[in-house]
């Protein structure tokens, strides 16, 4: 018998995450089946998904390789360790995300979500300068408006003010550069903005306060995803990475959103030519249909762990479920279904036209700025007086109910979709949030 979902009766046991749970529960957005570009809703309607998810569901949804994958995962080896054990899988896995990663990011260690991926980078990256006599290198450094996820290290890191405020005294030791949006100078630019590398340069201020030898590591995301799509300025990442040389300080790649080919390349470290030390990763994984997240590491990084009696633990970090069978499996044919469909150069393909579409939008009601870069792009409106963060939320709650799924923070709106959307649905998709914005304006 197939699974016949139905909508609830009850919805107070679900505590909804990152939602306005009293608005949600009077409105509840259910939807209750996916398969390729669309949602379907509890009341029987499409939804076009103009966020692949959250990010995550690169090559759309319900992939049949994939989900066959899973299937026979479940049935084969429901689950086994990975401490002190290990399935197959998982080597075969890592190996070919290794194939992706830039040289010399080629060992692996799994996670099962963004957030626990950041906090392994964290500490792998703590762990790798005591381990060569650099004990003293403990600060951290991030960025205003970073998101790393929601784990004490991530939110300690990150630079999104609600995240961190009530949750205590977080990490000592840790710093943020200023964010790269600058919508005075760069307010419409199409693809990477012109202004804004020697922002890059806070790097060196703030290291120069302290002493650069205690600095152990900083953490960006190439392109800022969560708080609003904040397109690196040219320039600003290669300037990153000269200053961690110049000090020995590690720089980590924030990759869980930019990674698998939203920007067209594999990551994003290849389309900005900057290669990190660390490099996160989760979501498009897997395509989204098993949790799963990684940290990719130097050779060397990983080399520097391996000394002492072999029979001893060299790192005591893992998660019950790093490397499960089941998203180990899904990784696989994801990765599979990535390379035979050629998804990444099919962003890359898309990326004009897709621009083009977007900032079409330019003249709707209440824009203040569009920005993008290769399937992925940003709308911001001009907060509601006095109600910062209304009108975007109006316009996602408008948007569900016209067949669109889009995803907002505060007054922005992103765009992401799967990387399989033609491009009569790219049309549709804007031309469903330009009705949108005439209706909420
Ligand atoms: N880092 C970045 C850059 C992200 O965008 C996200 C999720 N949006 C995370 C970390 C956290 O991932 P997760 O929600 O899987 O924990």
Redesign the pocket.
Known sequence: MTYQPSVPNDLDAFWLPFTPNRQFKKEPRLVVSAKDMHYTSADGRRILDGSAG??CVNAGHARERIVDAIKRSAETLDFAPSFMYANPMAFELATKIAELTPDPLNRIFFTN??????DTALKIALAYHRARGEGQRTRLIGRERG????GFG?ISVGGIVKNRNVFGSLLTGVDHLPHTHLPAKNAFTKGEPEHGAELADELERIVQLHDPSTVAAVIV?PMA??TGVLVPPKGYLKRLREICDAHGILLIF????TGFGRLGTAFAAQRFGVTPDLM?M??GLTNAAV?M?AVAARDDIYETFMTGPEHVIELFHGYTYSAHPMACAAGIAALDLYKEEKLFDRVAGLEDYWQEAVHGLADAPNVIDIRNIGLVGAIELKAKEGAPGKRGFDAMVRAFEKGAMIRVTADIIALSPPFIISKDQIDELMATVREVLEDVE
């Open positions: 959250l990010w979500s963004g957030s626990e991926a950041v998101y790393h996820g929601v991530g995301e995803g969560s924030d990759e869980v959103i996160t989760a979501k949790p997240g």
